[in-house]
């Protein structure tokens, strides 16, 4: 038989083998064997932190987040909400590291993942950058410079190859679409409009996730 689950305050779960030392966590959060969240970091409700995750003191992670297996947030990385990370996805927060310097909480660069974004497994992202609202980033891709919100990425270093609906489904838009140009999803019915800033929802009526 496996391990027990274990039950702390306000409807947490925590798997009997897996170290929690954080008391800034939200209900409704599930954790599994062999994850570890340090004293300092916060995470939402409702997320759900998988084998051998690792939160370090001062990361953040949002309500709903989807944590896979092998997955570290390090301090200074902001996750938010209903974000999901891939199996062994990596988060960066030093961008030019020696094991022989130690450095503080302040020379640490920060990175945010904005909510609703999806990152493929073994994608890497590097820090100092911006990952959209509903972005994605393809399996193993290498994130060097800031995503849009609705951009997908692939390949090394990541490039802009479509835009994809709240649904992940690609959008019939070209890469650079000019503003006032409308797109229509056709696996849920979402529309969107080119804006000067990117793109935008118009009607979202088949999910109800956009806010």
Do not use: Y
Not at 14 to 39: P, Y
Not at 61 to 76: A, E, H, L, Y
Not at 170 to 181: E, I, M, N, R, Y
């Amino acid at each position: 038989m496996g391990a027990p689950m274990e039950t702390i305050g306000r409807d947490i779960f925590v798997h009997a083998q897996a170290l929690v030392e954080s008391k800034a966590v939200g209900a409704g959060t599930r954790i599994w064997a062999f994850a570890h969240v340090m004293e300092g970091a916060r995470v939402g409700e409702n997320c759900n932190i998988g084998d051998h995750a690792f939160i370090e003191a001062g990361a953040s992670v949002g309500n709903g987040v989807t944590v896979k297996n092998g997955v570290s947030i390090w301090d200074r990385v902001t996750v938010e909400d209903h974000v999901f990370l891939g199996p062994n996805c990596v988060l960066t927060n030093d961008p030019n590291p020696r094991a022989a310097i130690r450095k503080s909480h302040d020379q640490l660069v920060s990175t945010l993942i904005r909510a609703h974004a999806s990152i493929g497994a073994n994608a890497t992202i590097v820090c100092g950058v911006t990952v959209g609202r509903f972005a994605f980033i393809g399996a193993g891709s290498v994130v060097t410079r800031s995503v849009p919100d609705f951009a997908l990425m692939v390949g090394n270093p990541a490039r802009q190859t479509a835009w994809v609906c709240l649904c992940a489904q690609k959008l019939g838009l070209a890469v650079k679409p000019q503003p006032g140009a409308f797109a229509h999803c056709k696996s849920c019915g979402c529309e969107f409009m080119v804006t000067a800033e990117g793109i935008a929802v118009i009607t979202d009526s088949a999910l109800s996730i956009a806010e």
